[in-house]
């Protein structure tokens, strides 16, 4: 959990975890810069469109895991504690990031290949795509060394940035295959409109690839930006656990945000002015023990009159 990670930073410890997936994540980006400047070569040279379009996508994507790297990094050493409200909104910030990253970058490949797919052939020239088939089978070693050392480094308690990774490196670990399938055959290929037809097809592939990806992460992590209402997982379990206070203890009020993964729950209760601090603990754990049933995993913040009670799940 984040809050775990900065107490772990704050004692000047940081957990073999953590050091394996920062270690994941500087390798990873370290094969990315690498493969990101072999296409752009080979693209340049070769005149190959899909190399220039594949470097392209992978430098933004590149851009966006340091970004990712960084927020990990500060995470783990404690430097991001002063958010009283933990820094799952920071974790889900980096995931529609890179989904973004990985929209623009299909945007681009599908311009370009529907722009391939008009001129009815390829500008490549043979010795370009045999180039361009080399680059692609080492962009997919690459890719499957990153895929598999941040999937491995993704076990152990959740993190939404490694998630994010862990899926964004599969996507690009399919798009690489698709990539080197395509120029293989465009190397192999003799008539150019068959060229130009075995790329555009590959790079909308790639397109279709990228967009399922991005899709999937948007869907996990927009929801939890939005400070949504969730009365309609809150109020039966309240229907269900007010039934339990004693005499002189009443609702008055509650607010609910975030989704059915990440709910935070505030409670405030009214009682008369003589009752004591001792009873209000007690009825406070009470409700919130009820509730923690109801709703797992859940954050809640119980408040009667003037004493504030804060309950962990």
């Known amino acids: 959990m984040p809050a775990r990670a900065a107490i772990d930073g704050l004692s000047g410890v940081i957990a073999p975890e953590q050091r394996r997936r920062e270690a994941a994540l500087l390798l990873a980006a370290i094969l990315d810069g690498f493969i990101g400047v072999l296409l752009l070569v080979v693209g340049l040279a070769g005149d190959s469109l899909t190399c220039l379009a594949e470097s392209m996508r992978g430098n933004m994507m590149w851009t966006i895991d340091l970004v990712s790297l960084a927020v990990l990094r500060r995470l783990h050493r404690g430097r991001l504690s002063g958010f009283d409200f933990g820094t799952r909104k920071i974790e889900q910030l980096c995931s529609i990031?890179?989904?973004?990253?990985m929209i623009a970058?299909?945007?681009w490949l599908g311009y370009d290949a529907l722009r391939l797919i008009a001129a009815g052939h390829s500008m490549a020239t043979p010795v370009g795509l045999s180039l361009a088939a080399v680059a692609g089978a080492i962009n997919v070693f690459i890719n499957f060394v990153a895929w598999e050392k941040v999937r491995l480094a993704a076990r152990g308690r959740p993190s939404a940035i490694m998630e994010a990774q862990r899926k964004a490196r599969r996507a690009r670990l399919l798009s690489s295959v698709v990539v080197q399938v395509t120029m293989t055959g465009a190397a192999l290929a003799k008539d150019p409109l068959l060229v130009a037809w075995l790329d555009a097809v590959g790079a909308l592939l790639v397109c279709g690839i990228m967009f399922r990806a991005a899709a999937a992460l948007l869907r996990d992590s927009a929801p939890d930006l939005l400070d949504r209402s969730?009365?309609?997982l809150v109020?039966?379990?309240?229907?269900?656990?007010?039934?339990?206070?004693?005499?002189?203890?009443?609702?008055?009020?509650?607010?609910?945000?975030?989704?059915?993964r990440a709910l935070t729950l505030e409670v405030a209760l009214d009682c008369a002015d003589s009752t004591d601090v001792a009873a209000i603990r007690r009825v406070g754990e009470l409700l919130a023990g009820a509730l923690a049933q109801a709703l797992p995993g859940t954050e809640i913040n119980l408040a009667v009159n003037t004493v504030t009670i804060a309950v962990e799940p």
């Open 230 to 232: 969730t009365s309609h």
């Open 105 to 107: 970058a299909a945007i």
């Open 235 to 260: 109020g039966p379990a309240l229907q269900r656990a007010l039934p339990m206070l004693p005499a002189g203890f009443s609702l008055a009020a509650f607010r609910s945000r975030g989704t059915s």
């Open 97 to 101: 990031a890179i989904a973004c990253g």
